[in-house]
C-alpha cells in the first residue's frame, strides 16, 4: 500500500442542491462505489449537483 487516502464519499442535500465530496483515489475498484453515491445524490432530484473531487488521489 503506498499510503493513498481511504475512498469515500459523503453528500449533503439542502434547498434542491446536492454535493458529493470525494475523497481518496479513484480507480476500477472504488469507482462503483462513486456511481452508488452519485446515484443516491439524485434519487431527491436536485436542481443543482456538485461532484468536489478537490480530496481525490486519482481520477
Known amino acids: 500500500m ?3 487516502a481511504v475512498f469515500r464519499t459523503e453528500m449533503c442535500a ?3 442542491e446536492a454535493v458529493v465530496t470525494v ?3 479513484i ?3 472504488t469507482s ?5 453515491a452519485l446515484e443516491d445524490a ?4 436536485p436542481h443543482y449537483l456538485e461532484v468536489d473531487f478537490h480530496a ?3 481520477l
Not at 462503483?32 to 452508488?36: A, D, I, Q, R
Open 32 to 36: 462503483p462505489f462513486l456511481h452508488v
Open 56 to 58: 481525490r488521489d486519482l
Open 14 to 16: 439542502m434547498d434542491g
Open 2 to 4: 503506498t499510503g493513498a
Open 23 to 25: 475523497t481518496g483515489e
Open 42 to 45: 439524485l434519487v431527491s432530484r
Open 27 to 29: 480507480d476500477l475498484t
